[in-house]
């Protein structure tokens, strides 16, 4: 187990081959100032490429996911700015949660709100608590949905569904999230780590390559054609099929037994 708590407003503890990343500013709702922004995208940065790492857990502090981007930071509001702000930081962390070739899960504690829902939107699966909710805040106060919100609804939700919850910036609560599948399960509040640890364990002991082209090749499918998609299909099968867990998945087939995927 590793633990690493120089770094208060982010939280990072690996045990085995899964790391969990906790946003940590509970008394602002783990809203997103630029320490933790900056923090988060190097935590992932340095996930992605550490073979070591085979699953990853994002999930908050307190009793909440996070609230979005911290408007009490005084951030310099000038238009030019707040693109620079999304380019420069929302953009690269929507990057690596969409095309980082390993599962994230998303344990959603309390509110998930603005940049907060769409940092759980990006992830690959999302547990959210019971009490737990999703917010697209962004109308509120006179902005768009950002961090690639915009593109995970588009692909999660019918048009008018989406422009609705968008216009509204209303609260989704889970058991709608869980409806609308915009979560993967609904658990009890005290349950989320646990549920969301077990699940995350389970994927790390699966065949990680495999796992990590079949995300690449799902991103890919959202904007190619059936005949792309099938040629894409055999390139990154291919690519599988040159690992050492799909040796090992073929001789435990034959041999009837459980296999023991390496990551490799």
Do not use: W
């Amino acid at each position: 187990m590793h633990m690493d708590e120089n770094q208060a407003v982010l939280l990072t503890e690996q045990v085995g081959t899964v790391l969990t990343l906790t946003l940590n500013r509970p008394a602002r709702f783990n809203a997103l100032d630029d320490d933790l922004k900056d923090r988060l995208l190097a935590a992932l940065q340095a996930a992605s490429r550490e073979p070591s790492v085979r699953c990853l857990v994002l999930t908050g502090a307190g009793k909440g996911f996070c609230a979005g981007q911290d408007l009490n930071q005084g951030d310099d509001l000038r238009p030019e700015q707040v693109g620079e702000t999304v380019r420069g930081s929302y953009n690269k962390i929507a990057r690596l949660l969409y095309g980082m070739e390993k599962p994230i899960i998303a344990a959603v504690n309390g509110v998930a709100a603005g940049a907060g829902m769409s940092l759980a939107l990006a992830c690959d699966l999302r547990l959210l608590g019971e009490t737990s909710s999703l917010r697209l805040a962004f109308s509120n106060i006179g902005l768009i949905p950002d961090c690639g919100a915009t593109y995970s609804l588009a692909h999660l939700l019918p048009r008018g569904l989406f422009l609705e919850i968008a216009y509204t910036g209303r609260a989704i609560a889970a058991p709608e999230a869980l409806r609308l599948g915009l979560a993967n399960r609904v658990v009890p509040d005290a349950e989320l780590l646990t549920e969301t640890t077990a699940l995350a364990a389970s994927l790390a002991a699966r065949p990680t390559r495999a796992l990590g082209l079949t995300k690449r090749a799902f991103n890919r499918s959202m904007n190619s054609t059936l005949e792309e998609t099938l040629e894409y299909e055999a390139y990154t099968q291919e690519i599988a099929a040159s690992t050492a867990d799909f040796q090992e998945g073929v001789a435990a087939f034959r041999a009837k037994r459980q296999p023991r995927f390496e990551g490799r």
